[in-house]
T-cell receptor
Framework: GAVVSQHPSWVICKSGTSVKIECRSLDFQATTMFWYRQFPKQSLMLMATSNEGSKATYEQGVEKDKFLINHASLTLSTLTVTSAHPEDSSFYIC??????????FGEGSWLTVV | AQRVTQPEKLLSVFKGAPVELKCNYSYSGSPELFWYVQYSRQRLQLLLRHISRESIKGFTADLNKGETSFHLKKPFAQEEDSAMYYCALGSGGGADGLTFGKGTHLIIQP
């Protein structure tokens, strides 16, 4: 079946640095991918919709200059957290829309900013 | 605004007992409802979507537009059903992201 893979699974970075998280659709092409973040014991919150070849659409309250999204190919979207701060520490999850509009989720990436 | 409410954070039932996980939504348009399941240390997996009206692993869910609900039911719980369950609301034929409820942690006791 369709698989979405995220890398890295977990990352620790220093405050003020930038970190990139990759989301790949392994056996299908995804023109649309979605990025979510999940704080402990809370639900997934949609951050942005990533469209191949065009600018991402950000949800209200999400800083586009802080969370840079690039969807340069039909199988890869990246989320870069720029100038990370401890409050950016969270679980980031991507999903991709496949055939029949079925949404497939990645395994998530834990970001800890120290 | 879209909203999904799962009133129970935790639901514990005995093996063999019926299970019902509640989900209510708020949406002005024509909703697409989903149930996702997350087993321990695994990724989110699609369990059900209201459009397909199918039964997966014995679970069913019926969209009740009058009550704006999409409760998940299973007549006889099994231990392997223990997991986190999320109700989600979509729109735009899959073009838009999903709005998730806060999730219900289902524990099946032996």
């Amino acid at each position: 079946g369709a698989v979405v893979s995220q890398h890295p699974s977990w990352v620790i970075c220093k405050s003020g640095t930038s970190v990139k998280i990759e989301c790949r659709s392994l056996d299908f092409q995804a023109t649309t991918m979605f990025w979510y973040r999940q704080f402990p014991k809370q639900s997934l919150m949609l951050m942005a919709t990533s469209n191949e070849g065009s600018k991402a659409t950000y949800e209200q309250g999400v800083e586009k200059d802080k969370f840079l999204i690039n969807h340069a190919s039909l199988t890869l979207s990246t989320l870069t957290v720029t100038s990370a701060h401890p409050e950016d520490s969270s679980f980031y999850i991507c999903s991709a829309r496949g055939a029949g509009n079925t949404i497939y989720f990645g395994e998530g990436s834990w970001l800890t900013v120290v | 605004a879209q909203r999904v409410t799962q009133p129970e954070k935790l639901l514990s039932v005995f093996k063999g007992a019926p299970v019902e996980l509640k989900c209510n939504y708020s949406y002005s348009g024509s909703p697409e409802l989903f149930w996702y399941v997350q087993y321990s240390r695994q990724r989110l997996q699609l369990l059900l979507r209201h459009i397909s009206r199918e039964s997966i692993k014995g679970f069913t869910a019926d969209l009740n537009k009058g009550e704006t609900s999409f409760h998940l039911k299973k007549p006889f719980a099994q231990e392997e059903d223990s997991a986190m369950y999320y109700c989600a609301l979509g729109s735009g034929g899959g073009a838009d992201g999903l709005t998730f409820g806060k999730g219900t942690h289902l524990i099946i006791q032996p």
